[in-house]
C-alpha cells in the first residue's frame, strides 16, 4: 500500500470516527455516515457533478466507509450503535430456535 493511499484511509478514518464520535445516529446508519462524508467531499458542486464525481470514483468508497466503521466500532466499544445490542440480545434467542 503506498504512502499516499495510507494518508487517504488515515483521512478517511479520522473523519469517520469523528462523524461515530459527534453525531451518535451515524453509529446505526451507514446511509448517514456516507452521506455526511460526501456531503462534505462535495461541497460546491452541483448534484450532477457531485454524482459524477461518485461515479468517477472522487468520493469515498462507501464500502471504505462502511468498513472504517466497522474496524472502528469493534476497537472503541463506546462508539456502536445501538443496533448491535439488539442483535447480541436476539443472538442467544436465535440460537435456541436453532438447535430446536
Known amino acids: 500500500m503506498g504512502s499516499v493511499k495510507n494518508h ?57 466507509i462502511r468498513r472504517q466503521r466497522q474496524l472502528l466500532q469493534k476497537e472503541y466499544p463506546e462508539l456502536r450503535g445501538t443496533n448491535q445490542a439488539h442483535r447480541k440480545a436476539d443472538e442467544q434467542e436465535i440460537r435456541e430456535m436453532v438447535r430446536a
Open 8 to 64: 487517504l484511509t488515515k483521512s478517511l478514518k479520522d473523519r469517520v470516527e469523528a462523524y461515530l464520535r459527534s453525531r451518535p445516529e451515524t453509529r446505526n446508519s451507514d446511509r448517514l455516515l456516507m452521506a455526511m462524508i460526501w456531503d462534505i467531499e462535495s461541497l460546491g458542486l452541483t448534484r450532477m457533478e457531485m454524482l459524477a464525481s461518485l461515479i468517477e470514483g472522487d468520493l469515498s468508497n462507501p464500502e471504505s
